[in-house]
């Protein structure tokens, strides 16, 4: 695993469940997750080969990175990329035309909630696809996408998703402050509304999101007062449209 950051060692903290042994390659790592291998150099490891290179260093890098690893992958090895944005293409073709399988995970894997999208290429079908998809089965809920592209979309709505969230929720929690409740107050209300709301939406055979919304709202109530403040205008739709879409752009950039 060539870096292990916030998203990699999320990753890494549900992928030890399974049988696999990892070794990870980060120069600034103090210590491995518990029974993973840690070396702060790759030419630690140069003479050794592994099933699965795993890319989770920025996606900037992968260019001057990555072609070192190529030599280091098993006849019938692959590599796993969780960069934003890198093609199929690209990353196997710095692996010399290794099979590529392209996974877009999300943060709250680090709590075994996250959602995920997943994709490879030709060589990648089968064997491969189907051993990325286990290993991200155990993170929260993987889902096979059709297509490459689909992977920049589940990018833009699910894997920049919770940095959404969190503003928002940093925000309502700020608002919550001005109206006199102190942060903890605050950051139990917000969050367990949140968590409430979405918990009511996740059952299964619950209504649609605008009934929810609706069964909220009562005629000339308070929501709907909140309701109109909030998006009366559809500055919210029209902000989560222009939000989906800059964050698809980049990792259209960053192919
Ligand atoms: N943070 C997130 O929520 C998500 C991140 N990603 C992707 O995950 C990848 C990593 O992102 P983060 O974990 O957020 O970044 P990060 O900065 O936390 O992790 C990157 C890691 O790479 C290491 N690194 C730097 N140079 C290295 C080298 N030469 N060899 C090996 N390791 C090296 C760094 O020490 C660091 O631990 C990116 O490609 C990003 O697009 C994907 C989905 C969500
Ligand atoms: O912000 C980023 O580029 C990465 C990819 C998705 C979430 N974090």
Redesign the pocket.
């Known amino acids: 695993m ?9 990753l890494l903290s549900h992928w030890m469940q399974g049988n696999e042994q990892f070794t990870v ?5 103090d210590s491995a997750p518990d029974g993973a291998r840690l070396v702060r150099d ?1 030419s630690e490891i140069a003479s050794e080969t592994f099933d699965v290179v795993i ?5 900037q ?2 260019d001057d ?1 990555l072609p070192d690893y190529a030599s280091m992958l098993s006849e019938n090895g692959y590599v796993l ?6 093609s199929l293409s690209r990353l196997s073709r710095l692996m010399g035309g290794a099979p590529a399988v392209r996974v ?4 709250p894997a680090a709590v075994g909630k996250g959602v995920s999208g997943l994709c490879a290429d030709d060589k990648g079908q089968g064997p491969a696809l189907a051993h990325a998809e286990a290993m991200m089965g155990r993170t929260g809920t993987a889902v096979v996408v059709d297509s490459e592209d689909k992977i920049d979309r589940v ?1 833009a709505v699910a ?2 998703g ?2 959404y969230v969190f503003e928002i929720a940093r925000a309502y929690v700020a608002a919550a402050m001005e109206m006199g409740f102190d942060e903890d107050e605050a950051r139990a209300l917000v969050l367990g509304t949140i968590e409430g709301a979405t918990a009511m939406a996740l059952e299964p055979g619950a209504a649609g999101l605008e009934d929810l919304r609706n069964s909220v709202t009562s005629k000339g109530g308070t929501t709907a007062a909140g309701l109109d403040a909030l998006n009366g205008d559809g500055t919210i739709s029209r902000k989560m449209r222009e939000t989906l879409k800059a964050a698809y752009n980049r990792a259209v950039e ?1 192919r």
């Open positions: 060539v870096g292990c950051g916030k998203m990699g060692g999320a390659v980060d120069p600034a790592l790759r890319v989770a260093i920025k996606p890098m992968i990175i990329s969780i960069a934003a944005g890198c877009m995970p999300n943060l990018t894997g920049s919770p940095g960053l």
